[in-house]
Each structure stands twice: as structure tokens, then as C-alpha cells.
T-cell receptor
Framework: SQTIHQWPATLVQPVGSPLSLECTVEGTSNPNLYWYRQAAGRGLQLLFY??????ISSEVPQNLSASRPQDRQFILSSKKLLLSDSGFYLC??????????????FGPGTRLTVL | GQQVMQIPQYQHVQEGEDFTTYCNSS?????IQWYKQRPGGHPVFLIQLVKSGEVKKQKRLTFQFGEAKKNSSLHITATQTTDVGTYFCAGPGDFNDMRFGAGTRLTVKP
């Protein structure tokens, strides 16, 4: 079966500090990978998606970046965090292994607070 | 680009009352999916609808896909406290992604 991991689970960072969130998927190959952000009490904002190693598409301009150094690894980074970067960051995967290429399977998320 | 609108944003009901959330797309959708996010948790896939006019049921949950494949609804009969959470609809985006509605947050008073 497929599993998706995210870490850390929670993070408190000062404004201006760097960020690195990691997401890994097990039990599948060549998944589509996604980063979403959810502000408190709000919906899901798609930040980045990737259809393969080194292939990153960005939805909105921001001070965040993403990388996919390995097939099942997706990293979200920032050089300098802003207060507005606070939120719940969710990684998700989709692909043929799930039986439905569209369905998104979410990781447990990382709660980021920028102070 | 394709947008998915969802109403209402919030719904507070007494336990035992029914609940409905509605989803509308600006374009025709090849399919629509519904997700549930419990408080403090992550979204979990519930169901996918593909056919025009399709109706699917999961116990007390009834999902409908409109004839024009541009709208959908989720109806919960006789809500329970375990139904608490935010319900999202999602439709395929322009690329290999899903576009989520803003969600409807359901609270249930015992």
C-alpha cells in the first residue's frame, strides 16, 4: 500500500529564517506530487505540483520554492519566511498506482507558525 | 482557468438535522471529487462522480453530479457529531492537479 510522510509535524520559525519541509511517498513510482497551503479556517491553495523529477510548476508567485530531487521526494523551501507564510502545509500525491489518476492522497501536514 | 465555488462557507446544525453543501464550476468537469477534513487533520478522499446526473450514496451521505457536469452537492441525512469537519469539492485543473473549493465547515451541536 502507499503511504505519504511529512515532517516536521509542527514548526515555529522567526520571520526572515529559512524553511525546509519534506514530503516522501512510499509504495508507488512516478507519482504526481503537490504542495498546498491552508490558512487557518480557509480552503486549500495549490502552491506547486510536479509530474516528475526536476519538473516543478508554480501556481502563484511567492517567496517559496519547491524541488523534487528524487522520484518520491518533494521539498518545500524558503530563504526568508514572512509572517504571511504561516499556515498548514499539505503534501499530496496522485497517480495510476491509486487506481484513479486524479484522486489526491494527502500527508498529515506541517503546521508552520511564523513569529 | 477553471474555478470551483462552494457554498455555504459555514453551517451549524443541531444533531439529527440534515446538511447540504453545494459546489459549482465555471466550466464543465470531467469528474468531481469530494473530500472531508476533520478538525486538525488532513483532507481525506470520499468519492468521485464521473457521469452526468450521477448519484452515489455512502450510508447517510448522498452525492450528486449535475446533468451539465458543472455542479455537485453533498447531502448528509440526520447529522451526527462524527460528521463534524470541512467538506471540500474538487475538480480537475488545467494540468495534472485538482482545484479545490473553499470548503464548507460543518459543526454539529449535540
Amino acid at each position: 500500500s502507499q503511504t505519504i510522510h511529512q515532517w516536521p509535524a509542527t514548526l515555529v520559525q522567526p520571520v526572515g529564517s529559512p524553511l525546509s519541509l519534506e514530503c516522501t511517498v512510499e509504495g508507488t513510482s512516478n507519482p504526481n506530487l503537490y504542495w498546498y497551503r491552508q490558512a487557518a479556517g480557509r480552503g486549500l491553495q495549490l502552491l506547486f505540483y510536479s509530474v516528475g523529477i526536476g519538473q516543478i510548476s508554480s501556481e502563484v508567485p511567492q517567496n517559496l520554492s519547491a524541488s523534487r530531487p528524487q522520484d518520491r521526494q518533494f521539498i518545500l523551501s524558503s530563504k526568508k519566511l514572512l509572517l504571511s507564510d504561516s499556515g498548514f502545509y499539505l503534501c499530496a500525491w496522485s497517480g495510476a498506482w491509486s487506481g484513479n489518476t486524479d484522486t489526491q492522497y494527502f500527508g498529515p501536514g506541517t503546521r508552520l507558525t511564523v513569529l | 482557468g477553471q474555478q470551483v465555488m462552494q457554498i455555504p462557507q459555514y453551517q451549524h446544525v443541531q444533531e439529527g438535522e440534515d446538511f447540504t453543501t453545494y459546489c459549482n464550476s465555471s466550466t464543465t468537469l470531467s469528474n468531481i471529487q469530494w473530500y472531508k477534513q476533520r478538525p486538525g487533520g488532513h483532507p481525506v478522499f470520499l468519492i468521485q462522480l464521473v457521469k452526468s446526473g450521477e448519484v452515489k450514496k455512502q450510508k447517510r451521505l448522498t452525492f450528486q453530479f449535475g446533468e451539465a457536469k458543472k455542479n455537485s452537492s453533498l447531502h448528509i441525512t440526520a447529522t451526527q457529531t462524527t460528521d463534524v469537519g470541512t467538506y471540500f469539492c474538487a475538480g480537475p485543473g488545467d494540468f495534472n492537479d485538482m482545484r479545490f473549493g473553499a470548503g464548507t465547515r460543518l459543526t454539529v451541536k449535540p
